[in-house]
């Protein structure tokens, strides 16, 4: 019976029964349930790949789980660069500007009704290190993005220490601008990865060179960091361990040294978990990588032009999506088709720039 209403449910409202009810959230990330609410409800659900061909020209694709359809990305304007992906459907991405190829342009987007809205500009003199995206409150909709970049001098000179910095700004859709908050300080030598930065629970999670993590809360608006379950320092954090999400928790993957993979979760009271060991030795002959979680079974991988979906037990394959070129990142995505007011008030109407007119 349970399954039976779930499976009838809003994203929104299946998003609320998994925050107040365990065994509820626990159901609804079986793939069983997730094949059969994507039937029921018209639900767009897989991975946004972005792939990086000659003369750093961006191409994207959508990868479709099982049981979903597929997404039409050619609206985007040509070498839009996508930054980060929300858990509701939206998407930042920044694309060059259509009057000064020296600049970019920041848009929002919700890829599935095709409505995209152009953002005031951050401070995009200063180098890009990652940007995030956090639904805060639906009614009306409140959304922040987070980015972090590198100044122009990063290194902080205390009274007896060295530091490195990050700048830090804040869109609110609310208020519509940006906002500039303290500098993020580390340890000299600490530096954030290449990593794209995992949103759960109204934070951010980035991952840093010296294997902590970087958190920022969004409605406190504080940094803090903490450390991961498995110290891997002498190996290259982004090709043997990395960041990714587990049914709504902050989860590590970590490439052991006779190539199993351990995925560990981070509990309710901030202590790691470990959940899985699974061997994909004869799959990948060691060289593909845990990429994302995509239900309770589920996991995927990254491989030579294609994304694959296995099952958790056994290593069973269960579906491939070819890639016109091999993935350079993949952003997790699942949307509706309902029209939303990317600006939070009704009254504002969505036009299309003339830029993502196909012509």
Known sequence: MNMEILSRTTLKTLDTMRCTNTEF?????????????????????????????????????????CESHSLDLGFLPPNAKIL????????????????????????????TTKEVLT????????LTKNVAILVVGSKPLHYKIVRLSEPKKPVLRGRDKLYTTYKCEIFDSMTWEW??????????????????AITTRGSIYMPLSNNDVLKFEAYSEKWTTFSLPIQTLEYPFGTTSHLIKFERKLGF??????????????????????????????????????????????????????????????????????TSHHPYRIFTFRSDFEPIHLRGHKDVHMRMNSLYNKS
């Open 179 to 196: 906002r500039l908050l303290d500098l993020v300080i580390l340890p000299f030598g600490v530096f954030l990865t290449n990593q794209q």
């Open 119 to 126: 953002l005031p500009n951050p401070k995009t003199r200063y």
């Open 253 to 322: 993957a970590y490439r052991t040294t006779s190539h199993l993979w351990e995925l560990w979760v981070l509990t309710n009271d901030e202590s790691w978990e470990r959940v899985h060991v699974f061997d994909t030795r004869s799959e990948d002959n060691g060289i593909s990588s845990l990429d994302a979680i995509y239900d309770s079974d589920t996991r995927v991988m990254r491989e030579y032009e294609a994304i694959a979906f296995y099952r958790f037990k056994g290593g069973d394959h269960i579906k491939k999506v070819l």
């Open 84 to 111: 980060a992906s929300s858990e509701q459907g939206f998407i930042v991405f920044e694309s060059p500007h259509p009057r000064d190829y020296k600049l970019v342009s920041y848009h929002v987007c919700k890829p």
């Open 25 to 65: 959230e626990k159901l609804t990330y079986e793939s069983y349930f997730l094949n059969l609410y994507k039937q029921r409800n018209n639900i767009v659900s897989g991975f946004l790949v972005q792939n990086l061909r000659k003369g750093c020209k961006y191409i994207n694709e959508f990868a479709p789980s």
